[in-house]
């Protein structure tokens, strides 16, 4: 039966289990689709909220795989090592920044949030790293894995979905830089654990090194520098925004249209 729930990108496995998050998600905001912002702020905060206790549980869980610890030594990155596992890799920064994001509604937090959340979380999602592919969904490691991922970019995509941030172009400049300073800080800290000897594998953001990303390898080949090498990574946001902001206004333009027919 397990060999049948193997999980790997883009096989049947895997589109169920965005299924039903996407069902979840699309339940949310049907079931939200009346009530006030605060309202939808604070719903989406708690589910981030549960999120992060879940990934604590997840991480407990992933301490005590053994074979996890032997995937990771075998691909270079060293056993397990609760230095290495903090909530500070893309996906996991923004699992904290949603809930901010959602009740604040500061414009920095809610562009970063909004574009940097489902774009690090699908290329998570479709370049797992080592022990987090091939095996089957109901082991701890892959919950933990794909449920915190998956939350994490239907949370960020609820941001606009909930009607409290719309995407603009005009946010680059804003998401970039936000990017960038994270970016850089995470690095530095890899830098300090890695001196230091807590850890001699830090490599959150993957800012040091690339690993078994293929499309981060790409980046390292053309910039064989740490931390330099994702400057290409921060290019393609220009694509990426300009695209995502020109989806939401073309919503937005259908629903004003079908408002204004509903009146006349």
């Not at 089957?136 to 239907?154: A, C, D, E, K, N």
């Not at 695209?243 to 939401?248: A, E, F, H, K, N």
Request: charged letters at 15%.
């Amino acid at each position: 039966m397990d060999g049948q729930l193997v999980c790997k990108p883009f096989n049947a496995v895997y589109f169920g289990v965005f299924a039903v998050f996407g069902l979840l998600f699309l339940a949310g905001v049907l079931l939200l689709r009346n009530k006030t912002e605060k309202t939808k702020a604070r719903v989406l905060a708690v589910a981030m909220f549960l999120t992060l206790v879940f990934f604590f549980w997840y991480k407990f869980m992933l301490s005590r795989d053994e074979e996890f610890s032997v995937l990771t030594e075998a691909a270079g990155i060293g056993k397990f090592n609760w230095w290495g596992e903090l909530p500070l890799q893309l996906c996991n920064i923004n699992m904290i920044l949603i809930p901010f994001a959602a009740l604040t509604k500061k414009r920095a937090l809610l562009c970063f949030s909004f574009f940097m959340g489902p774009l690090g979380a699908f290329l998570a999602l479709a370049m797992p790293s080592a022990g987090f592919e091939h095996y089957s969904i109901l082991l701890p490691r892959m919950i933990g894995f794909y449920g915190t991922h998956w939350m994490v970019f239907f949370g960020s995509l609820a941001l606009a979905a909930f009607g409290l941030y719309k995407p603009r172009f005009k946010d680059l400049p804003l998401t970039a830089l936000s990017a960038a300073v994270i970016l850089t800080l995470i690095f530095l800290l890899n830098v300090l654990l890695r001196k230091t000897g807590l850890n001699e594998h830090s490599n959150y953001f993957f800012a040091n090194d690339p690993e078994t990303n293929s499309i981060l390898q790409m980046f390292y080949k053309w910039i064989p520098v740490p931390g330099l090498y994702l400057l290409p990574g921060i290019c393609v946001l220009v694509p990426y925004v300009a695209i995502v902001s020109g989806i939401s206004k073309g919503v937005e333009r259908l629903k004003n249209r079908e408002k204004v027919s509903v009146q006349q």
